[in-house]
């Protein structure tokens, strides 16, 4: 399972990494957390409101910073 966190690394951003990591450990999930900063990277994704998240390759969430129990919801309907 890989997410990726996508953006330029705005406090938005970092706090979503930071929220990723944190629900991927509360569901004991063995994952990796990347950070995609790379603007041309991002602009090839077709994301054009960060931060975003993707799992496995595929947004799950675009413009919006949610908690750590929304991530935990999502995460388990979009993994099974």
């Not at 938005?12 to 990277?41: I, P």
Request: glycine share 8%; charged share 25%; hydrophobic share 45%.
């Amino acid at each position: 399972m890989k997410f990726e966190v996508v953006g330029s690394g705005c406090r938005k951003c970092m706090e979503l990494e930071k929220r990723v990591k944190e629900a991927v450990a509360t569901l004991g999930l063995k994952a990796e957390v990347e950070h995609v900063y790379d603007v041309s990277r991002i602009a090839d994704m077709g994301i054009v409101s960060t931060p975003a998240l993707l799992l496995n390759g595929k947004v799950i969430l675009s413009g919006m910073l949610p908690s750590v129990d929304y991530l935990v919801s999502l995460i388990k309907s979009k993994a099974s």
